[in-house]
């Protein structure tokens, strides 16, 4: 007992002192806490939200119909419709929909709403006028206003059919675009933690000879290494709670599953994601060498794991390789407890990916680790 006490004692002591050392480098609290919260703020703005399809569009009523001003002030106030009222020129509105700023125009013509000449009542033509890059929005935009005049139709003839449609709710609350993106914005806090931070903070510790010094000491390198993968693991935890608690408050994250699993696989990432930062920055001599190669790693990981799009919609052959990336177990394990209420059996499949990954990282690890 008195061995293990005395194997012990230096982690112990070394792992406060880790986490000291890296709250007071300001560096390593951007990356690690601000930096994921600011993009936790921008990709949750964009896919936060009900998700409702709006068109931008200009409207130009040359009519002074009651039919025409209620159909303007109808489509100024829905907010399927993003009008621009600030565009007053077929001009302005043609340089907006060429820079993509508008989806069409709606022109409402001067005898829109009057009654023709031969007409029982009432009649007109909305002109749609779209970027031919934009069709498909154009023609939605079409469908809809025409959904819209069936309305006014049938106050002036009888427009019943035969056939209709009708769609009911479920009643059932279900998940937003950022429940899913919100396990990618959380893998990449991670990779942030576990690979920017050793490959930055372990090369400038070797030029400065602290690691020489502690190479002096009874701390052996399994020491360093357990006690480092715990105080990443605490503040893996703490970026967790911090992510978590901005998601659920600021954008009503829907999360079905246990925070304890969640923690789990929380934790099991960070010793993963630390063990390719400690084989780098162990490996590099200087932030010169450890830099680029930390950079190879991580990029194709967050382009092809589902930090930023989903796994699936890659073609089938690149998807088959990209389970087998460090990184994409993680993010499907915490996409599926937060969207799935997945259990540690139900992701037995992906901790088992990870535990492999993490032997055959930290085996490497072992092998580069260099204290000068």
Do not use: C
């Not at 009911?168 to 919100?182: H, I, K, P, R, V």
């Amino acid at each position: 007992m008195s061995d293990l006490r005395k194997a012990l004692l230096p982690i112990t002591t070394f792992v406060p002192m880790d986490i000291k050392r890296l709250f007071r480098d300001k560096v390593a609290i951007f990356f690690v806490f601000v930096f994921p919260l600011i993009f936790l703020l921008i990709f949750g703005s964009i896919f936060s939200g009900d998700n409702n399809v709006s068109f931008r569009i200009a409207v130009f009523n040359e009519s002074d119909s009651e039919i025409a001003n209620g159909l303007e002030s109808q489509m100024i106030d829905n907010d399927f419709f993003d009008v621009d009222e600030e565009v007053t020129t077929t001009v302005q509105a043609n340089e907006k929909m060429g820079r993509g700023q508008l989806d069409a125009t709606v022109t409402l013509p001067s005898d829109f709403g009057h009654s023709q000449e031969g007409s029982s009542g009432p009649s007109g033509n909305i002109e749609i006028t779209y970027n031919q890059s934009n069709e498909n929005a154009g023609r939605t935009l079409a469908s809809v206003l025409d959904s819209m005049m069936n309305e006014v139709n049938s106050q002036f003839v009888d427009t019943s059919v035969p056939f209709t449609v009708t769609a009911e709710s479920t009643a059932s609350e279900g998940l937003t675009q950022f429940d899913y993106t919100f396990s990618g914005i959380l893998g990449f806090t991670l990779l942030s933690l576990g690979v920017f931070g050793p490959t930055t903070v372990f090369p400038r510790l070797k030029q400065k000879g602290v690691l020489r010094r502690y190479k002096s000491t009874p701390l052996k390198v399994w020491q360093f290494f357990v006690a480092n993968v715990l105080s990443n693991a605490f503040v893996g935890l703490l970026a967790l709670i911090i992510m978590f608690l901005a998601a659920v408050f600021i954008f009503d994250l829907n999360m079905r599953g246990s925070i304890i699993n969640l923690s789990i696989v929380v934790v099991l990432g960070t010793i993963l994601l630390f063990g390719i930062g400690l084989a780098v920055g162990g490996w590099a001599k200087n932030e010169n060498q450890a830099a680029p190669i930390a950079q190879l790693v991580t990029l194709p990981m967050m382009f092809l794991s589902g930090v930023f799009f989903p796994v699936f919609l890659m073609p089938e052959l690149l998807q088959n390789i990209t389970r087998f990336i460090p990184l994409t177990p993680i993010i499907d394990s915490i996409r599926l407890v937060i969207t799935e209420n997945a259990s540690l059996i139900d992701l037995a499949p992906e901790l088992g990916i990870m535990i492999g990954w993490t032997v055959i990282i930290y085996l490497i690890a072992f092998k580069l680790f260099s204290w000068e």
